[in-house]
């Protein structure tokens, strides 16, 4: 990217975030006033964008249980969506034909299909890092929306074929292959330990492996890319792995954001269709809700998987870019889904920033769609008679929990939302329930005995941590808890936010694992001299390299 299109895309990125925004909504501000300047899309801009979104969906896959994909609420949702929001949306359309509107009236019954397919998805970009960055992409509705979205693209494969009237080469069947090659890859992950290496090693298994093998036998590349990701994702080396792309993957994504701008510059009837289509968004978002509600979901699950989908997809700029060179629709169409898909990023950022408010708003009203026999993974959940309870069981929750219950001799409970980290800690023995501490729902039908004498924030989200402090003090006036309340922060700014909100002590991860090596190894060098065993303060190292603070409060 040139210089200006960087320093144009910060400066955006930077105004939307001061009021309340996300960067990408500055990004794709950025995209349309350099197109205004006469700015165009390159090949290498593009080649930026494809390889943002190619690393997203590998780093997708690290963190994909494959059988969340078979379970009926995602495969079912997704297959019931999209069949009928392209009959509703082509409705739309030959509304807006009937009524004479300009762009409408040059469509026929398969170019108003095609379109009602293209705006029938959701984006994949938008709403996986919507998730990313609530720290929800491993909660239930962050694991059935992406479920939702992954079943999504096997449908753009299948249209893309079918599309380009050519069938995949009949080497893809050796794509199979990939499944018992998926234990080297492990192997091989094993061994190239932390840094540099194991950057370069997740860009080669994401645009070798995945996209460029994939696409060489006719299959969509970024398909290939989630797919392989989807095979790493039991070993417990992925988390590191996924984290070491994280910032290359960022900012790659700026420029697939700058892309969608970059388009084209519209006239007043595009804009106006556009604005149009925006309208119908709810439409599509209402089929959403209820199309997921019939799976026993509750009303909360539903409505902010809803909101994460709440979009348009890039998918729809390759429907519609497939239909024009084919004949079957005009260009302009394509500048129209462009505008479409921007504005429904801008619309849909504020709309899951305030999603939790929102269903508090709207919860009674919508009550009457929940079933009255609910999803086993979304039933409420009360806790028992313990001492401790630690919400966040990731590496700061874990130590704090074998501390408390090994050295000070609490029954403790550790809450998390993560299925897979869950998996761990049960089968190491320890009481883990599933719950997510932003879930308003959670708090309202949690049972908190007067038995709790210390709960400890431990989630690695500040907006997490703060809201879960929030509904613990409301708990206190009530005079249902009398605990006192511990949190961990990342950064120093954010102890002053968690303090005045009423945390008795806050922790700042860094330091306090910096004190806590200090006191072990000076422990360790006098028990050295003396003869006598070394008795460690509480922190632990593991074989990441890492230093977890397990010492309690």
């Known amino acids: 990217m040139e210089p200006i299109m960087i320093a144009l895309a910060f400066g955006a990125g930077f105004a939307v975030q001061l009021v309340g925004l ?23 801009l593009d080649t930026i964008a494809n390889l943002g979104v190619t690393l997203l969906l590998f780093t997708i896959g690290l963190k994909l249980d ?25 409705g739309v359309l030959f509304v807006l034909k009937a009524a004479g509107l300009a762009m409408a009236t040059e469509l026929g019954w398969t170019a108003m299909v095609l ?42 494969v299948i249209f893309l074929s079918a599309s380009s009237g050519t069938l995949p080469s009949p080497w893809a069947l050796g794509l199979v292959l990939l499944w018992p090659a998926a234990k080297l890859m492990k192997m091989m992950l094993d061994r190239v330990g932390h840094g540099d290496l194991q950057v370069l090693y997740g860009a080669f298994l994401s645009l070798a492996v ?19 990701g989807m095979l790493l994702a039991s070993h417990p080396a992925t988390a590191g792995l996924a984290k070491s792309l994280f910032h290359l993957k960022e900012l790659f994504l700026v420029g697939f954001f700058i892309s969608v701008g970059l388009g084209a510059l519209p006239d007043l009837s595009m804009v106006v269709m556009a604005l149009l289509l925006l309208l119908v968004l709810p439409l599509k978002s ?46 302009e169409w394509l500048v129209v889904i462009s505008l479409a898909l921007a504005g429904s990023f801008v619309l849909a950022a504020p709309l899951n920033a305030a999603s939790e408010r929102l269903y508090q708003r709207f919860s009674a009203p919508l009550i009457g769609l ?26 700061i929750g874990s130590g704090a929990y074998q501390r408390l219950s090994s050295h000070h001799g609490m029954n403790v409970l550790g809450v998390d939302n993560d299925a897979e980290t869950l998996r761990v800690h049960q089968a190491a023995g320890r009481n883990v329930i599933e719950g997510d501490a932003v879930d308003s ?43 006192y309340i511990v949190a961990i922060v990342q950064y120093a700014d954010e102890i002053d936010v968690l303090r005045s909100l009423g945390a008795d002590q806050v922790f700042l991860v860094d330091a306090e694992a910096g004190i806590a090596m200090a006191d072990d190894a000076v422990t360790g060098w006098r028990s050295a001299r003396s003869g006598r065993p070394t008795v460690p303060s509480g922190a632990s190292v593991h074989v990441d390299g890492q230093i977890d603070v397990d010492r309690s409060t």
């Open 22 to 44: 996300p960067p990408l909504v500055g990004f794709l501000a950025a995209g349309f006033a350099l197109n205004a300047l006469g700015f165009e899309r390159t090949a290498a």
């Open 441 to 483: 729902d959670f708090w309202d039908k949690l049972v908190i005995s007067n038995s709790v004498k210390l709960v400890l924030l431990a989630m690695p989200s500040h907006a997490g941590n703060i809201f879960a402090l929030s509904q613990l003090k409301r708990q206190s006036h009530a005079g249902q808890l009398s605990a």
């Open 286 to 331: 209402g089929l959403y809700l209820l199309v997921l509600m019939r799976f026993r979901l509750r009303t909360r699950t539903g409505l902010l998987s809803t909101f994460a989908l709440t979009n348009y997809s890039e998918f729809g700029l390759i429907v519609v870019a497939i239909a024009a060179t084919a004949g079957w629709l005009s260009a």
């Open 370 to 395: 929940q079933a009255q026999q609910l999803l086993a993974a979304d039933q409420p959940i009360a806790l028992g008679a313990v001492d401790a309870v630690v919400l966040g069981m990731g590496r």
């Open 66 to 90: 494959i059988k969340t994909l078979l379970r009926g609420e995602v495969w079912g949702s997704a297959t019931l969506h999209i069949l009928g929001s392209t009959v509703l949306l082509a």
């Open 210 to 228: 995945g996209y460029s093998l994939f696409e060489s036998v006719g299959v969509k590349g970024d398909l290939g890319a989630l797919i392989v």
């Open 115 to 156: 379109l009602g397919f293209a705006l029938s998805f959701s984006s994949t970009v938008f709403a996986v890092k919507v998730l990313e960055d609530r720290s929800e992409l491993n909660s239930l509705y962050g694991r059935i929306a992406v479920g939702i979205l992954v079943m999504q693209d096997v449908f753009a």
